[in-house]
């Protein structure tokens, strides 16, 4: 199954945690995994607690990892062949999508998310806004 979600910002956090309960429940499953994955290089998927102040930091150390405008070659367009015209200089979203993954596995048992008290599944946005999907795939025990 394929989620479509549309962000807001070039940075953003949005919890897939409910459409993971949505999906676990429409589909009457019980117990086995769910992986979910992104489906773009410039997003990742993370379980984390969705805290307000802990996002910002989240954002603040990905930019001081891979900070955009620095001198990165993917984003040195006159040496890259065959782009469109409206491609982005988005070096420092790839890289910091290397950092955080793009894909998690989630178990479920009697029917529930395997998640602690604090875990939330999230898209995290690197180069938006943006249209972005999300594969969802079911493993049984």
Same mark, same amino acid.
């Given at each position: 199954m394929l989620l479509s979600l549309r962000t807001e910002a070039?940075? &953003?956090? #949005?919890?897939?945690?409910?459409?993971?309960r949505r999906f676990v429940q429409f589909h %009457?499953?019980? +117990? %086995? $995994?769910i992986v979910v994955s992104g489906q773009?290089?410039?997003t990742a998927v993370i379980i984390n607690e969705m805290e307000e102040r802990l996002l910002m930091d989240l954002k603040r150390w990905l930019s001081q &990892?891979?900070? $955009?405008? $620095? +001198?990165?070659?993917?984003? +040195?367009?006159?040496l890259r062949l065959g782009i469109p015209d409206d491609e982005p200089r988005n070096a420092h979203a790839h890289? &910091?999508?290397?950092?955080l993954g793009n894909e998690v596995t989630v178990n479920v048992s009697n029917g529930h998310l395997q998640l602690g008290q604090y875990q939330e599944v999230m #898209?995290?946005?690197?180069? %938006?806004?943006?249209?972005? &999907?999300v594969s969802l795939q079911w493993l049984s025990s």
């Open positions: 070039s940075f &953003q956090c #949005l919890s897939l945690t409910a459409e993971l %009457g499953l019980s +117990d %086995g $995994s773009h290089t410039t &990892q891979a900070p $955009s405008g $620095s +001198d990165w070659k993917h984003d +040195d367009l006159e890289l &910091q999508a290397l950092m #898209l995290v946005e690197l180069d %938006g806004p943006r249209q972005r &999907q």
